[in-house]
């Protein structure tokens, strides 16, 4: 059996949320549809949103501890032999990318959507990363990179091999689907500053930090003039609930994921994104296209896309930088709009969700034509 193309994305679908990736993998499939290729996708096993339903992609689930290998053996068992393999959030030079080579895929195209502290990785780590990238290097014909930084990051930690894989890697940036995120007509709240976040619930997000500057804030007088709502789940939420309700906060709620976040952030004046590591955050660019100035750590590929004209950049970890920004804009409200504008023509001048379907057409060498 002949496939054109299969695009394996080792990322959990969540029924309540719709994120950037998800209208990626819609788009994709329509635009690879159109062009007469046929797409069969691959994500762990999972149960199909809603979301999913109302359209019609061909989904495998993979049952296997290991989403790669396990995607080997449903080619293997039905025989099925793609010209084009296409990757998102797995691993690239490693021994799993031989397989598919020798099992007939023609060409293997991977993106790293994800941050990497080198700093922080065992140098047995760092040894073994290099060495089976050194073994495995050929196999994967392109790997593209969603920021400078995380490209900066790849030649790293490959560093032995660089001059064999630089004509290998590629920086390829995030979009965003610009109809679906807009800015908003209504009139927003007068006196008080509505700020957004929406990411995975945990430490490693910098809600600690953000949780801190909400105190300093309410206990110096501000407490009345701005209002912080969280939206997602992860493993510490309920750590944070309790850390607010045991400091008395009235000024910060963590709310749940919801599908119709691209119809919420534009009700916000601004956002906030105090991580501790990113790649290339969809969340950044979604709260740009609606209209919202960024207020975000200086990490990872962050600093590639927020600026003083669009922003604020903060030290990751820094309480008194982020209480900081947040009073600007309580007592500078005023000049958020026009911030939000240069976010919003940022976005479409090169991150739309166009712009990324057709720079990933690019790379895997297929023409509209």
């Not at 400091?247 to 119809?263: A, Q, T, W």
Request: aromatic share 12%.
């Amino acid at each position: 059996m002949k496939e054109s193309i299969i695009i394996c994305v080792q990322y959990k679908m969540d029924q309540d949320l719709i994120g950037g990736m998800d209208r990626y993998c819609w788009a994709m499939d329509e635009k690879l549809t159109s062009l007469g290729m046929i797409p069969k996708w691959f994500f762990p096993k999972s149960s199909l949103p809603e979301h999913y339903r109302q359209r019609d992609l061909d989904i495998v689930y993979i049952d296997h501890k290991d989403f790669l290998q396990g995607v080997y053996g449903y080619l293997q068992v039905h025989n099925i032999h793609p010209e084009i393999m296409l990757t998102h959030f797995t691993r690239y030079f490693t021994k799993e990318m031989r397989w598919f080579k020798k099992l007939g895929v023609g060409r293997i195209i991977s993106f790293e959507h994800l941050f990497r502290d080198q700093k922080n990785r065992p140098l047995i780590v760092k040894i073994k990363t290099a060495v089976k990238g050194s073994l495995f290097y050929r196999y994967c014909d392109k790997v593209a990179f969603v920021s400078e930084y995380v490209y900066k990051q790849a030649i790293n930690e490959y560093w032995p091999i660089k001059p064999l894989i630089i004509k290998r890697i590629s920086v390829v940036y995030n979009g965003v689907d610009t109809n679906a995120y807009r800015i908003g007509l209504q009139k927003k709240e007068e006196g008080i500053l509505k700020i957004v976040c929406a990411c995975r619930i945990v430490k490693a997000k910098g809600l600690l930090v953000l949780i801190e500057a909400v105190e300093g804030l309410e206990r110096t007088g501000y407490g009345d003039k701005f209002q912080i709502d969280v939206y997602g789940t992860g493993q510490d939420k309920i750590e944070f609930e309790k850390i607010v309700a045991e400091k008395d906060l009235k000024r910060i709620r963590f709310l749940n994921n919801s599908n119709n976040l691209n119809e919420l952030l534009n009700r916000y004046d601004t956002a906030v994104f105090p991580t501790f590591g990113e790649a290339h955050p969809f969340f950044v660019l979604e709260s740009f296209a609606s209209g919202l100035p960024v207020i975000a750590s200086k990490v990872g590929g962050i600093p590639e896309i927020v600026n003083e004209e669009r922003g604020f950049l903060i030290e990751p970890g820094s309480v008194k930088e982020l209480k900081d920004a947040i009073v600007y804009c309580i007592n500078n409200k005023e000049k958020l709009p026009k911030m939000g504008l240069k976010g919003r023509d940022y976005v479409l001048s090169d991150f739309t969700l166009e712009h990324m379907v057709q720079r990933h057409l690019s790379l895997l060498g297929i023409s509209e034509n």
